[in-house]
């Protein structure tokens, strides 16, 4: 029987690994600015440095969790912790865009296809059934709390410093992770078998062509192209990149079907897509991570665009999740051990339901930062209790020699959610902005009708998400009137106000879509006698 302190270990070096895969986006999402004047490009440059990194690790993470279950999860949990730091070295030392895209996009999202499928592997291999659900709620709330302090850690570095310190320090903090590597236990690596590369191209190829389709829909548009958009047929790129993802997945799954029948290894066993327990936790996983992207690009925006807040505030005011979300991850496995999952799934989905609906009913014209605090509570509670459980969940589906195939699929499904959260937000923002605010100046009688008709042909690819502050600042380079240009500032306050509301909307439907699906979930707590997944109502 391991010791405490060597679980705590474990548990530390796990979840290091969690927090600091997952801190670079936020950190560089409050950075923008000043790391394109850094590196001499601009914001759109690195925007596309975002965007590659989100695609690298979204592609590789089948062939990650592959290349573990073939030389060992510890291992390939270390060579990715090095090539991670690698990666962060090169960020923080870069010159300009390219060398930043080597580093950032590329040395670090396959340092992290390695370490995020180990990851899952190794809390399989270091805790019992029982110390699961608590252990991956830990390390799944290192991650979730990374977004949420991201802001903060970003803001506060950037400001009185350098973002360049970010990744740094990440560098010392792989360093410390190596070193305690060796106290990580590790099944024997399976037989070793030849990498199915036709499969590793397939679905990196599938993945990435529909990832990056939703990842660009917001400035090329969901289905009606955007002025200047690339299209085919009047159809937006979006949708065919997405349709050509669709059909590669297609001979993806032809392919590794055919690997199976001719006695090869092939890179992901179609059947794990058979096993219902499995398939109820990916699922879940997905929606998981559609509504915290959701949740997380929505009300920095509101902090941070609408209220005015500094990078640095907005993180502060982001802490309250980080709170709730730990007392769920770590209290409900501990007083409720033995509770369903399906019960505590169904009750966190609700909570994040609660936070969408209350923060929707308190964006008012006039509210302060203020409201934000019993939104994010709730928000925390709720994905805490989701991180206790769907961990657990998708491993104990099958046995732990499958789980680093499983901690692929598992961070697959996590990466199509967030990146499709953050999309789908987005989108939905910008196009109710816009239709409000076309309406609103249209039907203004301070507002006229020249100017109208103007900002109808100019902002025909959507009206951009701007403080009123910089709309002031706009507005005094041109020949409006005081009271034209107030009226203007009004309407788009309004109009941020409608897209802010209508965005957290669809992730409220959304959220009670997955409450509806968490009938997908086993009824018995994760190492029960009889665990298994039992589908329908639950007794």
Known sequence: MRSTTAHGTV?????????????????????????????????????????LYTLVMATMMITGGKIGSMIGHRRAFAIGCVIY???????????????????????????????????????????????RPRAYGLVASAGAIAVAAGPLIGGAVTTYWTWRLVFAGEVIVVIGILLMTRRIQDAAPGVRARLDLVGVVLSALGLGLAVFGVLR?????????????????GISATVWLVLAGLVVLRVFFWWEARM?????????????????????????????????????????LFLSVALGLSAL??????????????????????????????????????????????????????????VVTVPLLLAGLGVGALSSQLGAVTVSSVSDQRSGEVGGLQNT????????????????????LSASFFLGIEGNPDVPESVSDQAQVELAGGVPFVSDRDLEDALAQTDLTSAEADAVVDENTTARLTGLRTSLTVLAVIAALA???????????????????????ET
Do not use: H
């Not at 982001?318 to 770590?330: D, E, R, Y």
């Open 11 to 51: 548990l530390l070096t796990l979840a290091s690994g969690q927090f600091l895969m997952t801190l670079d986006s936020s950190v560089m999402n409050v950075s923008i600015a000043q790391v394109a004047e850094d590196v001499g490009t601009t914001i759109t440059g690195v925007q596309t440095a975002i965007t």
């Open 85 to 131: 730091g690698a990666g962060s070295l090169t960020t923080a030392l870069s010159p300009n865009l390219a060398v930043l895209i080597v580093g950032w996009s590329v040395l670090e999202g396959v340092g992290a296809a390695l370490i995020m499928p180990a990851i899952v592997t190794l809390v399989a291999s270091n805790f019992g059934a029982a110390d």
């Open 217 to 233: 829909s917001g400035a090329w548009g969901w289905v009606t192209p955007k002025p200047g958009a690339p299209e085919l047929l």
């Open 260 to 300: 199976a029948r001719l006695g090869r290894e092939p890179l992901v066993d179609l059947g794990l897509l058979r096993n219902a327990r499995l398939v109820g936790g990916l699922t879940m996983f997905f929606f998981q991570f559609l509504l915290q992207a959701g949740l997380f690009f929505t009300i920095p």
């Open 313 to 370: 505030d907005t993180g502060v005011r982001l802490l309250p999740l980080s709170v709730t979300l730990l007392v769920a991850a770590i209290g409900i496995p501990r007083v409720w051990p033995r509770v369903s999952p399906r019960r505590i799934v169904t009750g966190g989905l609700a909570c994040l339901l609660a936070g969408i609906i209350s923060m929707i009913g308190a964006l008012e014209y006039g509210a302060g930062a203020e």
């Open 413 to 432: 499904a996590t990466n199509l959610g967030a990146s499709l959260g953050t999309a789908l937000a987005g989108s939905v923002l910008i196009g109710a």
């Open 515 to 537: 409450i509806f699906l968490t009938r997908l979930l086993p009824t018995r707590p994760v190492g029960s006698v009889d665990d298994g997944t039992t589908v329908g109502a």
